[in-house]
């Protein structure tokens, strides 16, 4: 159902995995909104909107990707589940928003300054919040100067400049009045202007921030008297690989939020005459990312004295390892990249696997899918690991202590497979990240800590 602080008409809020239905739009707007659902893209071959039928009439189901949906005349927010269990309705609007915000900040290490960080997470809105940041501290470098480099031109002029391209001018004895010339020109015509360009103008179609539009009309009008072309597109992958040289780390924190708005192709995603603009994460991937980094910056707090020293392996780095090998060609197949492992004197004493999926008490193995389990136990197979955990968002009903296996003796290398949980439903604003620390010290400390 929408959230009570929906006030605008078109307008939706919804928490993940909840469905909005259509009966208030009439039927060539149902047929707007269906079809730019139907353009979305899906990242990974997954649907981020999926469509549904209730009571014989079609609606729409978020799923675990979270974010902002312009979909024709429906704006539709989805927010993760991340708030205090207690909080009213409105109260858990905001705590998921402001998590949200938080979340994205820590992953992306975004260079806020604190009373930035302050003043917008007492907002409401984490997409207006992250184009105000966007905006201002573009505005404020455009104003020192957009980033201009020496391109190498070639045109065709009645005069020299630069270099004459020698063989062309010969080749044309009936344009022996223009010269075929190159020569460097210094232009704002580069990448990451080109980029800025992009994502100013695709916000423009998203921000419902008087402030925020007023922002990027000035950016955009700035930008094309500088002569920045405005594409139509932009390579995802092209993009989250600019880098900055050390004259214009000035541009650190837009550069930053232009990747951020981007990836997924997000603000990339429109087809023909049929707009989806969209701005959403996978929730997979964010909660992953999240505990990833906080374990890499509270290590002392979490691991165990026995593990103090031990590496911490992200994502298989260096450590990939083949599920079977093809014996016709010795190659591995099904390569195993565990979110987390550690790594000590040649050994693999844990292995942690992060899942963004809720427990459901009352249900076989409190929801613990059979493939997840499968999957711990080719970790320690493999692996020859002791030890392999799953961490879940936590649910209060849930009991971890009832999910704890191991391996039978005859069931290959001996290992013990378990469950545990860290803590998502508080204000990580005012709260800061130790409830998720203390579920990690649990999840490393075999739920003794």
Same mark, same amino acid.
């Given at each position: ?61 978020? *799923?675990?990707?979270?974010? /902002? !949906?312009?979909?024709?005349?429906? %704006? $539709?927010?989805? +927010?993760?589940?991340?708030? &205090? ?104 015509? *580069?990448?990451?202007?080109? /980029? !800025?360009?992009?994502?100013?103008? %695709? $916000?423009?179609? +998203?921000?419902?921030?008087? &402030? ?238």
């Amino acid at each position: 159902m929408p959230l009570a602080a929906d006030t605008l008409l078109g307008q939706r809020t919804v928490f993940e995995y909840s469905t909005v239905e259509l009966g208030m739009w009439s039927a060539a707007e149902q047929k707007e909104i269906l079809g730019a659902v139907e353009h979305l893209s899906r990242p990974g071959g997954q649907e981020a909107i999926k469509l549904v039928v209730q009571a014989g009439q079609v609606a729409l189901q978020a *799923t675990q990707f979270v974010g /902002l !949906f312009q979909l024709g005349p429906l %704006r $539709l927010q989805v +927010l993760p589940k991340m708030h &205090r269990q207690t909080a009213s309705t409105g109260e858990a609007q905001q705590q998921a928003m402001q998590n949200l915000f938080f979340m994205l900040r820590y992953v992306l290490d975004l260079p806020i300054h604190t009373a930035q960080a302050t003043q917008l997470e007492v907002g409401t809105d984490w997409f207006e919040a992250l184009t105000t940041l966007f905006t201002e501290s573009l505005l404020a470098e455009w104003q020192r100067g957009p980033v201009r480099r020496y391109e190498s031109v070639q045109d065709d002029l009645t005069t020299i400049r630069g270099r004459l391209r020698v063989q062309d001018h010969l080749r044309r004895p009936a344009l022996q009045h223009l010269l075929p010339v190159e020569f460097d020109e210094f232009t704002t015509d *580069t990448r990451l202007n080109r /980029l !800025f360009r992009f994502v100013v103008a %695709r $916000l423009v179609g +998203l921000s419902r921030s008087t &402030r925020n539009l007023d922002n990027l009309r000035t950016l955009a009008a700035w930008m094309d008297e500088d002569g920045v072309p405005l594409l139509a597109a932009v390579d995802v992958a092209e993009v989250l690989r600019l880098r900055l040289d050390r004259l214009h780390t000035r541009y650190e924190l837009p550069l930053a939020l232009a990747q951020l708005f981007v990836q997924d192709a997000g603000l990339n995603a429109h087809t023909g005459e049929q707009q989806a603009q969209s701005l959403f994460f996978d929730m997979n991937t964010l909660f992953e990312a999240f505990l990833t980094d906080v374990l890499l910056q509270h290590r002392d707090e979490i691991l165990p004295d026995a593990l103090r020293s031990a590496r911490i392996v992200v994502q298989g780095e260096g450590h990939s390892r083949a599920l079977l090998i093809r014996k016709s060609t010795g190659k591995g197949t099904l390569h195993m990249k565990p979110d987390v492992l550690l790594s000590l004197s040649g050994q693999v004493p844990v292995i942690v696997d992060f899942k963004y999926k809720l427990l459901k008490p009352g249900e076989a193995r409190a929801g613990v899918a059979r493939e997840d389990l499968y999957q711990m136990f080719a970790y320690a197979q493999r692996y020859n690991c002791p030890e392999v955990v799953l961490v879940y968002p936590s649910v209060p009903q849930v009991d971890t202590s009832t999910l704890r296996y191991r391996v039978p003796d005859d069931g290959g290398t001996s290992a013990q497979l378990r469950a545990a949980m860290v803590n998502l439903h508080h204000d990580f604003s005012l709260e800061g990240v130790q409830s998720v620390v203390a579920g990690l010290r649990q999840a490393f400390h075999g739920g003794q800590a």
